[in-house]
C-alpha cells in the first residue's frame, strides 16, 4: 500500500540555523509529490510539489526539497530558519489514476524554533 | 482570486446527532475533496468529488457522505455522530484532478 513517512516527529532548531526534514514515500509509480504546512489552528498551505523534471524544486518562502527517486525520498530543506517557521510539516503523495487521485500525508513533523 | 472558504469554523454536537459542514471552492476548480484530521495526526483522505460525482473515497463509513453542487461547492455530512468522529475536517479544490490541491482552514468538530 502506498505510505508515507516523516521519521521526525519533532524537531527543533535555532533561528538562523539550517533545516532539514525528512520524508520516505512507497509508490509503485512515478509519485507527485508535496511538501504543505500548517499553523496552529489553520488550513494547509502548500510550500512545493513535484511533478517531474529537475529533481531540485523550490518553493515559497525560502524552502526547496530534492527528489531522491533511488532513496524513495523527497526531504525538504532551507538554508536559515526563522521563528515564523515554527508549524507543522506534512508530506504528501497523490496515489491513484489521474481520475482518483488523493492525497497520502504523513504523520507531520512538529517544528520548534529557538531564539 | 478566491481561495477556499470552509463554514462553520467551530461546530459542537453531541453524539449521535448529525452535522452538515460547507466548502466553497476556489473560483474555477471542479474537483473537490474531503480530509479529516485528527489531533495530532496527518490528514486522512475521505472522499472526492469531480462534476457532482463522487470518484473516489477512503476507508471511511456510509455515514459520511457528501455532495458537490453545480457551482462546485461541496457538503459533508456525517450521521450518528461518535466521539472519535471530532476532529479538524479539511476541503481542498483542485483544477485538475489528483494534482495542486488548496485546502481551506477547516473546520473543528466537536463530539461530546
Known amino acids: 500500500a502506498q505510505s508515507v513517512t516523516q521519521p521526525d516527529i519533532h524537531i527543533t532548531v535555532s533561528e538562523g540555523a539550517s533545516l532539514e526534514l525528512r520524508c520516505n514515500y512507497s509508490?509503485?509509480?512515478?509519485?507527485?509529490l508535496f511538501w504543505y504546512v500548517q499553523s496552529p489552528g489553520q488550513g494547509l498551505q502548500l510550500l512545493l510539489k513535484?511533478?517531474?523534471?529537475?529533481?531540485l524544486v523550490q518553493g515559497i518562502k525560502g524552502f526547496e526539497a530534492e527528489f531522491k527517486r533511488s532513496q524513495s525520498s523527497f526531504n525538504l530543506r532551507k538554508p536559515s530558519v526563522h521563528w515564523s517557521d515554527a508549524a507543522e510539516y506534512f508530506c504528501?503523495?497523490?496515489?491513484?489514476?489521474?481520475?482518483?487521485?488523493?492525497?497520502?500525508f504523513g504523520q507531520g513533523t512538529t517544528l520548534q524554533v529557538k531564539p | 482570486e478566491t481561495g477556499v472558504t470552509q463554514s462553520p469554523t467551530h461546530l459542537i454536537k453531541t453524539r449521535g446527532q448529525q452535522v452538515t459542514l460547507r466548502c466553497s471552492s476556489q473560483?474555477?476548480?471542479?474537483?473537490v475533496s474531503w480530509y479529516q484530521q485528527a489531533l495530532g495526526q496527518g490528514p486522512q483522505f475521505i472522499f472526492q468529488?469531480?462534476?457532482?460525482?463522487?470518484?473516489g473515497r477512503g476507508n471511511f463509513p456510509p455515514r459520511f457522505s457528501g455532495l458537490q453542487f453545480p457551482n462546485y461547492s461541496s457538503e459533508l455530512n456525517v450521521n450518528a455522530l461518535e466521539l472519535d468522529d471530532s476532529a479538524l475536517y479539511l476541503c481542498?479544490?483542485?483544477?485538475?484532478?489528483?494534482?495542486?490541491?488548496?485546502f481551506g482552514s477547516g473546520t473543528r468538530l466537536t463530539v461530546v
Open positions: 481542498a479544490s483542485s483544477l485538475v484532478l489528483g494534482y495542486g490541491y488548496t
Open positions: 509508490y509503485g509509480a512515478t509519485p507527485y
Open positions: 513535484y511533478f517531474s523534471g529537475d529533481t
Open positions: 504528501a503523495v497523490v496515489t491513484g489514476s489521474s481520475n482518483t487521485g488523493k492525497l497520502i
Open positions: 473560483s474555477g476548480h471542479n474537483t
Open positions: 468529488y469531480y462534476r457532482e460525482e463522487e470518484n
